[in-house]
């Protein structure tokens, strides 16, 4: 039946649940779920049960690995990712956490928001709109959805195209100094398309801070060395393009929004518990996992 829904366009929710017992595509329509079997048939499981997603998605077998993975899977494809970029995205996600795939990213000479085991180093210039827009959720994946077990650090990269990011990036470690960094940071990404002297000094008056010390101090370099380090630490880590987030070493490969950040320090959180993913023995209806 599976090898028959394959050649298909649409697939309904009792075909899948006839093909996938075990999977929720219940938020999937047709299409979206013709996707999701294209990809489980493709795509090996990660951990637990050695057989493609979808085997380990038959019903009697009880790997709770398979689950958490069609759940990403269902994930993209509700969102109309195509199958060959939504293949490579998850094969791209779960080979990140091998341990020659993580990266040194120290997660300290940065101001740190949130305590818990999963450090999370995040690379990022005051003039990219889309470190702008990681702002909040990466605020409320610290202090709400993830609270007591992510701590975020943050850590400068500005490119040289960007004219005002480094004054920026200064400006903000004056304000850490001071005990305000978090406070500066969210101010100068609210206000990213106004980052003249004038108006770093209007954010620093808003936080009571004295702004002409405080650019006296940026453009005599007081924070060149600390803004130095962190790009080399950055280039270090391959970082080319921002925000770069990097999850105990593990460069990010999800969209930085809610869904998919709960998700990934959720699977960084059991990889932690499980001492790294481990395959159970394979029986013999299944097939050793393949890259």
Known sequence: MLLALLLTAAVTAEQAKQAVPRADLSALNDEQRAVFLQVATEVFNYA????????????????????????????????????????????KY??????????????????????????????????????????????????????????????YFPFPQHARAR????????????????????????????LEDTNLKQYAAELKLDGDEMLKQVYAGKFDAVIEKHIREGLSAGVSATPALFIDGRANQLPVRRWYLEFTVDDELQWQKEKGWKFDKPSGKQVAKGR
Request: charged share 20%; glycine share 4%; proline share 5%.
């Open 94 to 155: 779960y080979a990140s956490f091998e341990p020659k795939q993580r990266v040194k990213v120290p997660a300290d000479n940065c101001a740190v928001l949130g305590k818990g085991p999963v450090a999370l180093v995040e690379f990022s210039d005051y003039q990219c709109p889309h470190c702008a827009q990681a702002v909040q959720p990466l605020h409320d994946l610290v202090t709400s959805w993830r609270k007591g077990k992510v701590r975020l650090c943050s850590k």
């Open 167 to 194: 004054i920026a990036a200064a400006c903000a470690e004056f304000a850490r100094a001071q005990g305000k960094f978090w406070e500066m940071h969210e101010l100068l990404f609210a206000h990213q398309e106004a």
């Open 48 to 91: 637990g049960c050695q057989d493609t997603l979808a085997r380990c998605l038959a019903a009697g077998v009880k790997d709770a690995h398979a689950l958490r993975m069609a759940a990403l899977v269902a994930q993209f494809a509700q969102e109309n990712v195509p199958v060959q970029p939504l293949i490579n995205v998850v094969e």
